[in-house]
Nanobody, 123 residues
Framework: QVQLVESGGGLVQAGGSLRLSCAAS????????MAWFRQAPGKKREFVAA????????YYTESVKGRFTISSDNAKSTVFLQMNTLKPEDTADYYC????????????????WGQGTQVTVSS
């Protein structure tokens, strides 16, 4: 099991940028593939991005491709989500998740979750 704590959320104007961080503690971070999900008010939680254990493979939902970048620093047991050119529709609570399985878009494959960080994009 790994404990996850997100940070970096906030209020930003459309077109702006934010960098989310997810600090992991517990078992060996390099054994986990990591992902970011988000949940907008009144909507289901959805996949945003994932990164493989090695960090060599990344995956994105279509709506964030070219704007968001997921990365990891195994030495610091931290995964990041750089979000550029933010849009009002990116407003949501963003959650970090970890899995011992290969990186995947499937929410059910992730065992460990953070508490979330709120991102609000104003128009």
């Amino acid at each position: 099991q790994v404990q996850l704590v997100e940070s970096g959320g906030g209020l930003v104007q459309a077109g702006g940028s934010l960098r989310l961080s997810c600090a992991a503690s517990g078992r060996n971070f390099s054994n986990y593939a990591m992902a970011w999900f988000r949940q907008a008010p009144g909507k289901k939680r959805e996949f945003v991005a994932a990164i493989s254990r090695s960090g060599s493979n990344t995956y994105y939902t279509e709506s964030v491709k070219g704007r968001f970048t997921i990365s990891s620093d195994n030495a610091k047991s931290t995964v990041f989500l750089q979000m550029n050119t933010l849009k009002p529709e990116d407003t949501a609570d963003y959650y970090c998740a970890a899995t011992r399985l290969p990186a995947t878009r499937l929410e059910k494959n992730y065992d460990d979750w953070g508490q979330g960080t709120q991102v609000t994009v104003s128009s």
